[in-house]
């Protein structure tokens, strides 16, 4: 197949072609659309930029290029990633944003677990004082007009042999912001992660969050356009995110069990809802949806039905949405998720525009592999379908499939 005709990798051909601008321009984008806002209580996003006044950029990722570029990454990029810090730098003016790491940037705490990575463990400076630093980044929150903490995991403690027994942020960081949001300024939380953290205390008294991941070399450039509403955010969360480890595994899809109307009441010692469903998202503007209908009430199991729901930018700005369809199979050969999702759909509508979106589901969306028959079926039945901004979406309708 001539996969080893010339196995060597062209180093200098990789930096050429990752550093082309069209490159750093699909990066940008890319972290733009995938940051997930998952709080924006008295819409204080977007900031506005005449009337911002002073920021405070608090934390010890804010400014770490290797955090920022994340895991699994040629190292390389670093010296052009582009950092939160200097993002918002050079969205706002440097002369109207100030810095503090608040804690170590490495976490000496967590030394034994960095040995594993040798030279690419991070920097831990002997001369830093935590507590005289996180005391001087209340004070930079506290003389600031709004307070932008950076939080999260650092790069070497996601990927493989990564795994944790515990969703808290790392080190001192929950300290650090429970003090800068003691100061009595608005606080702006951007989480760094490739996985859900516990963030039950933030999401209570942290007015916005806004789930960055690793945004990669333009990830700084892509963090000042959504504070600042160039970009209005409207990533989605892969996964359903729980309160804290002891709901793992927690996943929107599951079949129907005991009392499923009582899934709210599992534990007793803690809410038993996520903190945040699978498909969550918000944006800077309100959406509204009209019922969803369906083309047909019932269909052959080789024919397909068309879900068609109209959509409506409720808000004053333009924003983006993702339309998603869930589906439910009543019964059948085999039990089936409480819903799945079938079908999203990324739109950009101006305020007060509306538009119909429609979804296809056929043969590839309502059969399952069923283990008993070894085969893929699909069973005649009823479903179910909603259509909404998350997998909590209450618009329905149904239709049924029916043997010939």
């Not at 403690?157 to 300290?175: D, F, T, V």
């Not at 199991?301 to 729901?309: A, F, I, L, N, R």
């Not at 056929?362 to 085969?375: F, I, Q, S, V």
């Amino acid at each position: 197949m001539g996969l080893f005709d010339d196995p060597y990798v062209d180093e200098d051909r990789a930096r050429e072609v990752l550093g082309e601008p069209a490159h750093r321009e699909v990066a940008r984008i890319a972290a733009e659309r995938s940051a997930v806002l998952l709080r924006n209580e008295g819409d204080l996003l977007p900031l506005d930029p005449a009337a911002a006044g002073t920021i405070a950029v608090i934390g010890p990722l804010a400014d770490s290029r290797r955090d920022t570029l994340g895991p699994w990454c040629f190292d390389y990029d670093r010296d052009e990633t582009v950092t939160v810090l200097e993002g918002i730098r050079r969205r706002a003016g440097a002369e109207r944003v100030g810095h503090a790491p608040g804690i170590r940037p490495a976490q000496r705490a967590f030394a034994s677990m960095f040995d594993m990575f040798g030279d690419n463990a991070p920097e831990d400076p002997e001369d830093f004082d935590d507590d005289a630093e996180l005391a001087r980044a209340v004070e930079a929150a506290r003389a600031a007009d709004v307070a932008v903490v950076v939080a999260g995991e650092w790069q070497n403690m996601i990927g493989e042999a990564a795994s944790r027994s515990s969703l808290e942020l790392p080190g001192r960081q929950l300290e650090l912001l429970q003090a800068v949001a003691a100061a009595g300024t608005p606080v702006v939380l951007l989480v760094m992660s490739g996985r859900p953290l516990d963030l039950r205390w933030a999401a209570e008294n942290v007015p916005a969050i806004l789930e960055i991941w690793y945004p990669g070399t333009q990830g700084g450039a892509a963090v000042g356009n959504l504070l600042f509403g160039d970009v209005s955010p409207a990533g989605r969360l892969p996964f359903t995110w729980p309160r804290t480890v002891g709901q793992v595994p927690m996943v929107y899809s599951h079949t129907r069990s005991h009392e499923p109307e009582n899934q709210h009441r599992r534990y007793w010692d803690e809410e038993s809802m996520p903190l945040f469903p699978f498909g969550h998202g918000l944006g800077y503007s309100r959406f509204e949806y009209a019922e969803p209908t369906v083309d047909r009430d019932s269909i052959g199991p080789g024919d397909t039905v068309t879900v068609s729901v109209d959509v409506t930018n409720a808000g004053s700005r333009d924003a983006d949405e993702v339309v998603q369809l869930y589906i439910h199979q009543r019964h059948g050969s085999a039990s089936r998720p409480v819903r799945e999702l079938k079908g999203f759909e990324r739109i950009t509508l101006a305020p007060g525009e509306s538009r119909t979106v429609r979804f296809s589901l056929g043969p590839a969306e309502l059969r399952h592999w069923n283990a008993a028959a070894r085969d893929w079926v699909i069973d005649a039945s009823a479903f179910d379908v909603w259509v909404g901004g998350d997998a909590t979406a209450e618009r329905s309708t149904t239709f049924s499939v029916v043997q010939a």
